[in-house]
């Protein structure tokens, strides 16, 4: 009894929390109304079409709109406000912008690693500690430390300036479109390296990412919950598997394309006139059922250069 | 951008007034004769003269006072100190105080206003110049002046450039500033007080990746002038070429007797 209401009260308390919350900026309103809780362990993705308000929904979450209405709650706690009133930067929260590799700004790899943790008063053995642990995972070498990181290739930038913000252990990892004009293969490569990070944080951290992506593939392949913005107020909150498998309409509401994946699910299962429902809206799960009914329609033995 | 719009120099106000239909070469000729005229003044009664030229030509702009005093505010410790400088180390008979070296005259104080106010009589003009023509206006309106230089081999045409994409790159390079400021904060960094000393340090280590990003910028800017064939600029046309109406040509005869009759009201009116 006294543990079930101890996990009611930790539940209550974690998590980020917004209440009505509206904003406005330059006297145009962005976010209308939104109510939307990023729960502690979940991969949220955060679509919708340029303009909709999702890169300022993405900042406001981590203080840097410093005027809006309505309550944002972090982990139970109202929010900082300076003597005006005005909101605070959250520094548990992790923020990558779009283009990571323009936010570099130290003279050496090291002294852009540390940043985060020289400003959180780390003592210099830790800092030393939390670079070693973190250079294998991002595919960089000791040698580099003490390089300019102008200096590293496009994709090394892109992993340092990452890198710099994963080290001071963020509760929160906001992500705004960290794939933009990455190749295929390393775009699969770092949010392969964003979604470990996630996971293997320690049970009692229950890491959370806010992930802000225009590519639906990704959305559906990583993504526990999924909100959608439309025109500043959030249309949708849900798993990406109801939403993607059951709730398209809200995608084409908003203006938004299925992943490709899922699209050629409808197709097949239009053709051939059967209910397909795969196990999740990843990508493996959804082609397992498109081949499914390819097998079926073999064995039924229609001519195999016909469709359906 | 709210913030970097402020921080604009030279800041274009969109009205409309006779200044802002005016062509850029008068505008700017005009400037430096005027410059050159109050230069030239000795005394008070020419300086209450242009004076009250310079308030014409700012009340006929139609751009707000207010703008034209916040952009003396930057220049204010400027001012200051040659007031100071004039009123403590300047040469003169009626001693007010004295300490040490420093002597405060009378006429060490008059030599000061007098200073202070010619520049001031020189800033206003021009700030009246920029905000009432476009920056590119401007800088072709400087090309077209200069041309002749382009018979003794200057490079006119390449400086015009220059000029240009100096001015086309301050928006940029103040996002870029505006980016890493943010990124700065994002990770931890807390902004100082509102100790102006402090405030200043904190752009020190921006200026690093401010260089080497707008080195990067110049560089692929660089490459694709040069990937559209621009050569050395010479026979470049433009799309909308300068031409004087006769309301340029009534503009620039006014301002040519105006100044006139300023230097000689300098020299006949009564020495007040």
Redesign the interface.
Known sequence: MVNRIKKTVIEQQSGWELRDVCVKLDGTPVLKHIDLTLEPGTWTALIGKTGAGKSTLARLFKGLIPEFTGEYRLEGQSMARDRKGRARVVPEIGFVFQYPEHQIFETTVEKELSFALRMRGDSSKEIAASIRAILPTFGLSEELLQQSPFLLSGGQKRRLAIASVLIANPRLLILDEPTAALDPVSRRELLKLLRDWQRNGLQHEQRAVLFISHRMEDVAEYSDRVALLHEGRLLAHDTADELFLHRSELLSQAGMPLPEAIELLRLTGQLSGRALNPASCREADVLERVKEAWNARKETGGPSDEPF | M?RSDRLLVGQFIERKSILHRLDPRIKLISLLMLMVVIMMLDHRSGYVAATIAVVVILLVSRIPVLFYLRGLLPLLPVLLLTLLYHAMLGKGQTILASYGFLQVTVEGIEEGIRIVWRILLMILPASALTGTTRPLVLAQGLETLLKPLSKLRVPVEQFSLMVVIAIRFIPTILEEIH??R?????????PSSRNPLSRLSEFI??L??LL??TARRADHLTLAIEARAYGDGRGRTVYRPLCLTKLDLAAGLLMLLSLSALLVLDDYLPHI
């Not at chain 2, 943010?182 to 807390?190: H, K, P, S, T, V």
């Open positions: 709210n980016r890493i943010l990124a700065r904060r994002a990770r931890g960094f807390e280590p921006i690093v990746p080497v990003s």
